[in-house]
């Protein structure tokens, strides 16, 4: 599935975060989900082109880089158990300044605790409440709307993506006809 991530509106890092909790597809031909973190971990020369902030993984990084990605994905949907044992796994240093409060990676280098420290930073400034999973495809998206009540990942369908607000605005419109 293909989403637009030039127009996401999630500011620095919180867009690294969206793009790795979003590392994985679900094809509208199947609507099974494929798992493409493995893939991205293994192709080094293109970590980059989709990561600005967040390090190169370092071997060995797979498991701990998957669980914090599951986490974040679940914390987004509103369970923050699996991401409470992430943290306590492996905490961020706190730093508190004039710009606020920030959370930084303990271990120089490691993916994983940088995107944890991403994602409460995020928490602490306000933002990650815009960050969210779509209701019907699970794919992340920065709700950069006005009021902060957008409810899917895209209205339209990009090229390989669903636009799951159409998607659902035909579902509510075929059911009130048939009710009528």
Not at 29 to 42: C, P
Not at 105 to 131: F, G, M
Request: with cysteine; glycine share 8%; charged share 30%.
């Amino acid at each position: 599935m293909v989403h637009d991530t030039d127009r996401s509106g999630a500011p620095g890092a919180l867009e690294d975060v969206r793009t790795l909790v979003n590392s994985w597809s679900i094809p509208n031909e199947t609507r099974i989900a494929q798992d493409e973190l493995g893939d991205w971990i293994a192709d080094r020369t293109n970590w980059r082109t989709r990561f600005r902030f967040l390090p190169e993984p370092q071997p060995g990084d797979d498991e701990a880089l998957a669980s914090v990605r599951d986490a974040i994905r679940a914390a987004l949907s509103g369970d923050f158990a699996g991401l409470e044992v992430v943290v306590a796994d492996q905490p961020p240093g706190i730093v508190v300044d004039e710009a606020g409060v920030t959370f930084v990676a303990r271990r120089e280098h490691s993916v994983s605790d940088t995107a944890i420290a991403v994602v409460l930073t995020a928490a602490a400034d306000r933002t990650l409440p815009r960050l969210r999973t779509c209701g019907d495809c699970g794919w992340a998206f920065y709700d950069s709307s006005r009021n902060n009540r957008r409810r899917w990942c895209a209205m339209d369908p990009a090229p390989g993506g669903r636009g799951c607000g159409a998607a659902a605005k035909s579902r509510n419109y075929r059911a009130r006809k048939q009710r009528e």
